[in-house]
């Protein structure tokens, strides 16, 4: 990434004070948003991913940043946060290594939200913690900033997501929502007092997120078995049973990512199989998720074992 500057990043490698002096002059919504931010953050220790000027991590307590931009970066660093060079789908941190993960307006800067995501649950503990702050894209100020786009040096690249298309993103990578606030009540240029925090979403502007690595292998596990139970799949019962039993013990030698694709793997060709000599609608369901779970574990095996370069 040295030497060159991304599209999205440009504008706070050149823009980088007037970003900063964007809190100043916007005080109050500033602080209402870090007032949400505080309502869902674990007690766990934190990195943010995208610190940017490190307007968020500094009062939140955070000493590790993520961040592209070399100029923003120099400022956050100057507020005391240790800087480590990086972006969101490419995140420089080992398996399972973190506790929780902060993204403030992030999400819509990033040129992979979904592999974002993934790369969040890659790194984070099992029952580690995703907060995420934003702009809802439906909302008084979500509508104005997608109105004005074009207008905008910092929000002409951006992409606004609602809350339902982020609860929807969270979900698919592997993460269970717990908790959801809203502040922003008013227009940007109508606040002026600092706004009450509310649970839900759906009325303020910016909505905060926390949601937790959850790990759903056994619950598919369970499900298939029910389903083969109902079909009178007996033998396929014992299958898995045996397969998971030769599977024991795998993953302290080739890791959690092989043992799992080779589960999603197997239960895959089992449903395949069910699909051909049944009409139930479970399997399909079961199929469609089996098949991206399967999928999600062989990006992270990947991740974990890259390809050794010629």
Not at 242 to 268: A, D, Q
Request: charged share 35%.
């Amino acid at each position: 990434m040295e030497g060159i500057i991304m599209p999205k990043i440009k504008p706070f490698e050149e823009h980088t004070e007037r970003y900063d002096s964007w809190f100043e002059r916007h005080k109050y919504a500033y602080l209402s948003e870090l007032n949400a931010i505080k309502k869902v953050l674990p007690e766990e220790e934190c990195i943010e991913v995208g610190v940017g000027t490190g307007r968020f991590a500094q009062p939140l307590g955070i000493k590790i940043g993520v961040e592209p931009s070399r100029k923003m970066a120099e400022i956050a660093e100057k507020r005391g946060i240790k800087v480590i060079e990086g972006i969101a789908e490419d995140l420089p941190f080992p398996d399972s290594s973190l506790s929780c993960i902060l993204m403030v307006t992030t999400i819509c800067f990033v040129d992979d939200v979904e592999k974002s995501i993934k790369e969040a649950y890659r790194v984070l503990k099992p029952g580690g913690y995703i907060v995420i702050g934003f702009i809802d894209k439906n909302s008084k100020i979500g509508k104005e900033y997608e109105r004005n786009k074009d207008k905008s040096v910092f929000y002409r690249e951006a992409k606004f997501f609602s809350t339902e298309e982020v609860i929807s993103i969270l979900e698919r990578s592997g993460f269970k929502v717990e908790k959801i606030v809203q502040t922003l009540f008013h227009k940007l240029d109508e606040i002026k007092d600092i706004e009450p925090v509310k649970e839900g979403y759906g009325e303020g502007s910016f909505v905060a997120i926390r949601a937790k690595k959850v790990d759903i292998t056994e619950r598919i596990i369970k499900e298939v078995k029910e389903l083969a139970r109902d079909l009178g799949e007996e033998e396929t019962l014992n299958a898995i049973d045996r397969f998971l039993l030769l599977n024991k013990g795998l993953e302290k030698i080739r890791g959690e990512h092989f043992v799992r694709v080779g589960i999603y793997g197997f239960l895959e060709g089992l449903l395949t199989t069910f699909k051909s000599k049944y009409n139930d609608e479970r399997i399909d369901r079961l199929l469609s998720a089996v098949r991206e779970l399967r999928e999600r574990e062989e990006y992270f095996l990947r991740k974990s074992n890259p390809p050794i370069s010629e």
